[in-house]
């Protein structure tokens, strides 16, 4: 792979793995005053309890129309860190200011209504420059805007856990919302450890370095682990009861036509309407790194909603996009094409072990994933579309199968093999072994009740405890 995969603002590897390399500004420049007001006053809830722009219907359009454009200005920048901040500012504003129709719609009859569909010059144009600069979307997205690009600290000393972190910019001003995406952020601070294990892990291989490899594949293994750790402090981060107060600010264009219908017009840009996807935690780039590395991505059907999964794989900033291209051509380029048949040729039994430990964490994290959607989505409504405009209901379980099918070939492998395992070793094999059937069965059931337009979300959810697969931090709220 090559040594550098960076936009300096994001550089990916053992140091920062896919966090920033700097953490990002809080607040704009002077020259910015007004978009920064504007962004302050903006939440629903402002942090003194009172109502924000957000709280008052159209008062948002109201303020917009007041905005200088800001366009010369942003034309000259060339700091990235300013740069950012101001895709970020651009982005909260224009989904604020489109979707709030939406949201109000919502707050009266619990049903999203239609956005505004005309987004004016002076957030356009800029808007547009300043996506350019860092060749995304001009949308709002993961990674620059939502979530890795927004965390600042309570208390620079204590470091990326989710309580310890607040969101820069918001839309409902809530503690739900700040702990929903900052747990995004605290997941990532053990990205360094992944990738360098990954990166590790290829270059022991090109070595046939079997003692090198197990040992990458074990630090693969644990920080998966700490990674779901942290994902499952989601139930206690955020109340899935109160995911709506923000959600619908979080939804895209691309998939929702209920609600943008033909698309957004970048007024002073374009003269037809734009489509593009919503930000969502499948722009996350844990899993996808794990899927190309393990080998789950070979497991992928080739349906609708895989394609869905690759497109969501354009909503990255190109660094990111190049470091998967890279590490796809790695691992096809192993004796094998995969770590699984390295692993297989060479009768490592000990680091095919450790390669079902890490798709067994995958299988969490998945599995966790699809109990959040569960809760926090489909007990709060009947809207059938995720963020990101894929189907709500069949998105997740498509990667789980996939997950799930290759969990059977490796331990239809390990069962053939030679087995040289210590105690930890051998207990992850027997519980792969004998928990398998019931992560079938667990998901075979769930599409059963949720292919029945009528299903009750509650017993989709409850079916996670008949199983004994639920997340274990999870607490009634």
Not at 89 to 115: D, H, I, N, P, R
Not at 383 to 409: C, D, H, M, R
Not at 458 to 466: A, P, T
């Amino acid at each position: 792979m090559k040594k550098s995969y960076t936009d300096s603002f994001f550089d990916v590897g053992s140091k920062y793995g896919f966090l920033p390399n700097n953490h990002p500004l809080t607040s704009l420049p002077n020259r910015y005053n007004s978009l920064q007001r504007l962004l302050d006053n903006m939440p629903v809830k402002l942090s003194d309890g009172s109502n924000g722009y957000l709280a008052i219907p159209n008062k948002i359009e109201n303020e917009v129309e007041r905005l200088p454009n800001y366009i010369d200005l942003v034309k000259k920048e060339s700091e990235i860190l300013i740069i950012q901040a101001l895709y970020r500012a651009y982005c909260f504003l224009t989904s604020a200011y489109t979707l709030e129709l939406s949201y109000q719609e919502f707050v009266k009859t619990k049903k999203y209504g239609k956005a505004r569909q005309i987004l004016p010059k002076q957030v356009a144009q800029p808007f547009v420059c300043v996506a350019e600069k860092l060749d995304v979307y001009p949308w709002l997205d993961y990674h620059y805007a939502y979530s890795l690009g927004n965390y600042r600290f309570l208390d620079k000393s204590k470091g990326f856990h989710w309580s310890n972190l607040d969101q820069c910019v918001k839309f409902s001003g809530t503690s739900d919302e700040s702990g929903f995406i900052m747990n995004h952020v605290d997941i990532n601070q053990h990205s360094p450890k992944l990738v360098e294990s990954v990166l590790e892990s290829l270059k022991a291989v090109k070595n046939d370095d079997q003692e090198k490899l197990n040992e990458n594949l074990k630090q693969n293994f644990h920080s998966m682990v700490f990674v779901n750790e942290r994902r499952k402090d989601m139930w206690i981060a955020s109340r899935w009861k109160h995911y709506n107060d923000f959600r619908i600010f979080i939804m895209g264009i691309k998939g929702n036509n209920e609600i943008f219908d033909d698309g957004l017009v970048y007024q002073g840009v374009w003269d037809e309407p734009k489509q593009y996807r919503g930000q969502t935690g499948a722009q996350d780039n844990i899993i996808p790194m794990e899927d190309i590395f393990s080998g789950v991505i070979n497991f992928y059907p080739d349906n609708q909603l895989t394609k869905y999964l690759l497109d969501l794989r354009k909503y990255r900033p190109k660094c990111i996009q190049n470091f998967f291209v890279d590490l796809k051509q790695d691992i096809d380029s192993i004796h094998g094409g995969s770590i699984f048949n390295f692993l297989k040729s060479s009768q490592n039994s000990v680091g095919m072990c450790y390669l079902l430990a890490i798709v067994e964490e995958i299988y969490k994290f998945r599995n966790g994933h699809w109990q959040f959607v569960q809760k926090y989505i489909m007990s709060n409504t009947k809207y059938a579309k995720a963020t990101g405009g894929t189907p709500i209901i069949s998105w997740i379980p498509n990667q789980i199968k996939s997950v799930l099918n290759f969990i059977e070939v490796i331990l239809h492998e390990l069962q053939s093999m030679d087995k040289d395992f210590d105690n930890k070793q051998n207990e992850i094999f027997i519980n792969s072994l004998n928990t398998y059937k019931s992560k079938k069965k667990l998901l075979d059931k769930q599409l059963i009740v949720v292919n029945d337009a009528n299903y009750n979300p509650g017993k989709v959810f409850e079916l996670n405890r008949k199983f004994k697969l639920e997340d274990s931090n999870f607490e009634k709220k």
